[in-house]
């Protein structure tokens, strides 16, 4: 059984879920650097990162979940050169055991965003 996720006030550009609920997984939705009303964050790519993550902590609290739950996140760079800025900013938001990770290079991403973060979690209760 999968359950769509919505998050009020977290526009997507297109016609998707921002996450999907299919048994213990949660599959979250890229997110990119958007604000309420749609608009790419001003500043550069930390800024752009920091409101990625941020927006990806929004479909967590919506689904119930937190970033401890993550086991899985991609990263999407326009610039393999925004690594290491992009990096620290991610590595601010875990403290022991984040989740595996891949980072990217991509062409280009969905109105002009310069990041781009999907994730999946896994949310059954430890034993």
């Known amino acids: ?13 297109g016609p998707y879920s921002p996450a999907i609920r299919a048994g213990d997984f949660l599959f979250i939705s890229g997110q990119i650097p958007m604000d309420a009303a749609g608009k790419l964050v001003p500043g ?12 990806l902590k929004r479909v ?3 689904a119930g979940a937190s ?5 899985k ?3 999407y760079l326009v610039d393999m050169g925004d690594f290491a800025v992009v990096n620290k900013v991610y590595g601010s938001y875990f ?13 280009e991403l969905p109105k002009g965003a310069r990041v781009e973060i999907e994730a999946v979690a896994y ?5």
């Open 95 to 107: 403290d022991l055991d984040p989740p595996a990770r891949a980072c990217v290079a991509v062409r």
């Open 60 to 62: 967590l609290d919506a």
């Open 67 to 71: 970033l401890k739950d993550l086991v």
């Open 1 to 13: 059984m999968k359950k769509a996720i919505g998050v009020p006030d977290l526009p997507t550009v």
């Open 123 to 127: 949310l059954a209760e430890e034993s």
């Open 44 to 55: 550069g790519i930390e800024e752009q990162a920091r409101r990625a993550m941020e927006n």
């Open 73 to 75: 996140v991609t990263i």
